[in-house]
């Protein structure tokens, strides 16, 4: 089992930058894929990035690519979502979430952080 706390978001204008964190407990954080999933207010929650095991391969959500950079640190056991040029439409609550699986669009981890809001203004 793993436990997950984000970190990192807050209230930045449209454009900026915001360097989200999550710290897994555990001793196995490198047996699992890392993913950060989001949900704006009224909608449902999405997929935005994961980064597999090894972090040699990761998967973007289209509205993210070119955007958004996932990594991770095994030694930390810790993984980082490095949000650029920042749009109001990234207003969500961000997730992070962990799973022994690959986790794609449609995955449904069964690890998940509590959260952290960001907030982009126009």
């Known amino acids: 089992q793993v436990q997950l706390v984000e970190s990192g978001g807050g209230l930045v204008q449209a454009g900026g930058s915001l360097r989200l964190s999550c710290a897994a407990s555990?001793?196995?954080?490198?047996?699992?894929?890392m993913g950060w999933f989001r949900q704006a207010p009224g909608k449902e929650r999405e997929f935005v990035v994961s980064?597999?095991?090894?972090?040699?391969?990761?998967y973007y959500a289209d509205s993210v690519k070119g955007r958004f950079t996932i990594s991770r640190d095994n030694a930390k056991n810790t993984v980082y979502l490095q949000m650029n040029s920042l749009k109001p439409e990234d207003t969500a609550v961000y997730y992070c979430?962990?799973?022994?699986?690959?986790?794609?669009?449609?995955?449904?981890?069964?690890?998940w952080g509590q959260g952290t809001q960001v907030i982009v203004s126009s």
């Open positions: 555990g001793r196995t954080f490198s047996s699992y894929a």
């Open positions: 979430a962990a799973d022994l699986r690959t986790i794609v669009v449609d995955s449904t981890p069964p690890y």
């Open positions: 980064i597999r095991r090894s972090g040699s391969i990761t």
